[in-house]
């Protein structure tokens, strides 16, 4: 099943896209989450979709949601809140470990997330945004990698690429919102982060812990 070879009922979004409106990381949205009811076949659909996340909806007004990689279940991932509150228009999205608050501004939807809240993984800086540019593959190893290197350290401009390295079809990530989250707290500044082939993350840090991630949504199939 190729990217956009989706069956009725399932709405493909773009999150993060570049500011060319190219790019963003592909995302399948299942409006009516009754259509798969328990975790077996959410499994099985988002496997065969091959999205990097898929992401079920229980309950459209309250913003309750299930995500799903091609081989686990997510408790929180950026990409998909982003999406799903832009296709949604809701302020609130309702997960396992809290409410996300949502806003649109202008051609940006954001959400407001917890470091906390985000899968671990490694961050791990390179010396130029060349190198990060240079990779080839997922380098060895196990678990979530995310490389990143400044483009422009004064105006918080950053490379970056993500290889969740699960052992699924998923070898690079082309944005990751829940990795940009963690970035942004682990510097504790906000950044404009350039990431796989194109795309583009904003992210905003608060006083009070969380940090905003915020993105261009585009919808390419309306199922």
């Known amino acids: 099943m190729s990217d956009y070879d989706v069956p009725a009922g ?18 399948g949205v299942v409006r009516d989450g009754r259509d798969h009811p328990d975790v077996a076949s959410r499994q099985e659909l988002a496997r065969r979709l091959g999205f990097s996340e898929t992401v079920f ?5 309250r913003g309750h949601l299930d995500i799903y990689t091609p081989g686990l ?3 929180f991932a950026g990409h998909p809140l982003v999406g799903a509150a832009w296709l949604l228009d809701l302020e609130v999205l309702e997960l396992g470990v809290g409410e996300v608050f949502a806003r649109q501004d202008g051609e940006f939807s954001w959400i407001t997330a917890r470091p906390e809240w985000a899968p671990p993984r490694t961050l791990e800086r390179y010396g130029s945004a060349a190198e ?13 990698l995310y490389v990143w290197a400044w483009e422009d350290e004064a105006a918080g401009r950053v490379r970056a690429r993500a290889f969740p390295r699960r052992g699924d079809s998923i070898d690079e990530d082309e944005a990751t919102g829940a990795a ?4 942004s707290a682990q510097l504790n500044r906000a950044l404009n982060i350039r990431q796989g082939h194109g795309s583009q993350i904003l992210t905003a840090p608060a006083p009070d812990g969380t940090v905003e991630i915020g993105g261009r949504v ?3 199939v309306q199922g």
Do not use: K
């Open 180 to 183: 940009a989250l963690l970035l």
């Open 57 to 61: 909806v229980d309950d459209p007004e």
């Open 218 to 220: 585009l919808l390419a």
């Open 132 to 144: 990060v540019e240079a990779l080839t593959g997922p380098p060895p190893g196990e678990g979530r």
């Open 73 to 75: 279940r997510l408790p």
């Open 10 to 27: 399932i709405d493909v979004l773009r999150v993060f896209c570049g500011p060319d409106g190219r790019h963003g990381n592909a995302l």
